[in-house]
């Protein structure tokens, strides 16, 4: 079956960029997806990127699709602690949104 | 708008159990799935539909029944709780590229 792929966790300190990898495994995905969960809530859509693109850019946040390597990456500028959340990847695949394990990503002062 | 209702928002079983846990989208999209959130695993998809009298399985689907009699409900189904279904679930619709996520229902089994 597809699985989508993350590192668990990220920690940066206030101020730095933060950046989130992903890895997925099947190349006829259509979108790819970032999503921000913060404690308690459901998932919030950040961002998505359409998988004939190479980037898009939405004010603080970059995504970077690497379509030969099958790599998803979600840059965050200027890291604010109000960041701090856990960052899912998904794809749109045969009509089902896979997810992947989600990285936890922790702000530092 | 309310966008994606889930109830209820916390619910705790015996083992043997049954319940059933509700879903609502006033979006009229065609697309509505159940996920459970367990930690360390992601979101892992149970069951989904793809229009009113259409469902399918997902990765995860053991001990859950679903039913799509309308386009707005997509209710999920425990026939006998078990301790393993002991999880954090998530309702979403999607119409095209944008899904919409549920509060979630956090459900133990004891």
């Known amino acids: 079956g597809e699985d989508v792929e993350q590192s668990l966790f990220l920690s940066v300190r206030e101020g730095d960029s933060s950046v989130i990898n992903c890895t997925y495994t099947?190349?006829?995905?259509?979108?790819l997806y970032w999503y921000k969960q913060e404690p308690g809530a459901g998932l919030q859509l950040l961002t998505y990127i359409f998988s004939n693109m190479d980037m898009k850019q939405d004010q603080r946040l970059t995504v970077l699709l690497n379509k030969k390597d099958k790599h998803l990456s979600l840059r965050i500028a200027d890291t604010q602690t109000g960041d701090s959340a856990i960052y899912f990847c998904?794809?749109?695949?045969?009509?089902?949104?896979?997810f992947g394990t989600g990285t936890r990503l922790q702000v530092f002062p | 708008n309310a966008g994606v209702t889930q109830t209820p928002k916390f619910q705790v079983l015996k083992t043997g159990q049954s319940m059933t846990l509700q879903c609502a989208q006033d979006?009229?999209?065609?697309?509505m799935s159940w996920y459970r959130q367990d930690p360390g695993m992601g979101l892992r998809l149970i069951h989904y539909?793809?229009?009113?009298?259409?469902?399918d399985q997902g990765e995860v689907p053991n001990g859950y029944n679903v039913s799509r009699s309308t386009t707005e409900d997509f209710p999920l189904r425990l026939l006998s709780a078990a301790p393993s279904q002991t999880s954090v679930y998530f309702c979403?619709?999607?119409?095209?590229?944008?899904?919409?996520f549920g509060q979630g229902t956090r459900l133990t089994v004891v």
């Open positions: 099947d190349s006829s995905s259509t979108y």
């Open positions: 998904a794809e749109l695949w045969a009509g089902k949104l896979i």
């Open positions: 979006m009229n999209h065609e697309y």
């Open positions: 539909s793809v229009g009113a009298g259409i469902t």
């Open positions: 979403a619709s999607r119409r095209f590229t944008e899904a919409f």
